[in-house]
């Protein structure tokens, strides 16, 4: 929570966890979580995905890439 809280003040707790239902090609794991604010007018969702190689993973990568250019969604660069 901290980590998140780090970029993300707003947010206060933890809505949701488990797989990533959304997860772009053939994952041999998934896990996802979303964070809220107080009044669940704002969402933060984490999500992690583990490929078998890194080809697959680099193909899934740029799915997702493709599929996150739509209007309203910001990702964020964490360093």
Do not use: C, W
């Amino acid at each position: 929570m901290s980590f998140v809280q780090k970029y993300f003040p707003q947010v206060i707790r933890e809505q949701y966890s488990g797989g990533n239902g959304t997860a772009a090609g053939n994952p041999t794991a998934t896990r996802s979580v979303i964070f809220v604010n107080a009044d669940n007018s704002k969402k933060v969702t984490l999500t992690v995905d583990h490929y078998a190689n890194g080809r697959d993973a680099l193909a899934a990568y740029r799915e997702a890439v493709s599929k996150s250019k739509i209007p309203g969604f910001a990702p964020v660069t964490v360093r």
